[in-house]
């Protein structure tokens, strides 16, 4: 792909004015909605983030929830449903990169294991790209 992805999902709150924002400056300028960047990645899409999902979330975001997880992260759907008015994609993306995500504290057999710097980066990625779903769902 040779150009930024589109900033899809605008008006879905602050991540997506973020992600405008950081995108044209990194690459330097804005057209149509899009922003022009030679050299840009594919956005990472839900195929890429439902395997650590499936090792890092579901043990408590399953269905049902375990220890007092608020919602199910177990597909896609339930990636895109908000959670007191903000998508749970972008929860997710907060949760992860402020360490909260996983709870590596929970007293629990075997222990929890934290996401790695590339796991997170590939689940702020994706849902600062908008959470696009991929085809795998």
Do not use: K
Not at 39 to 64: K, L, M, N, S
């Amino acid at each position: 792909m040779s150009a930024c992805p589109r900033a899809e999902g605008r008006g879905r709150g602050w991540l997506a004015s973020r992600r405008l924002v950081s995108r044209f400056l990194a690459c330097g300028s804005v057209a149509y909605g899009s922003v022009a960047c030679a050299g840009a990645a594919d956005p990472v899409t839900y195929c890429d983030v439902q395997p650590i999902i499936e090792a890092r979330c579901v043990r408590c975001h399953g269905e049902p929830t375990e220890h007092n997880a608020p919602f199910s992260l177990t597909s896609y759907a339930a990636t895109q449903q908000t959670y007191f008015d903000t998508p749970i994609y972008e929860r997710m993306a907060v949760a992860v990169r402020a360490d909260s995500m996983p709870p590596v504290t929970l007293d629990v057999t075997p222990p929890v294991v934290d996401v790695t710097s590339a796991e997170e980066a590939q689940i702020v990625d994706w849902a600062e790209a908008g959470a696009p779903a991929g085809g795998c769902q």
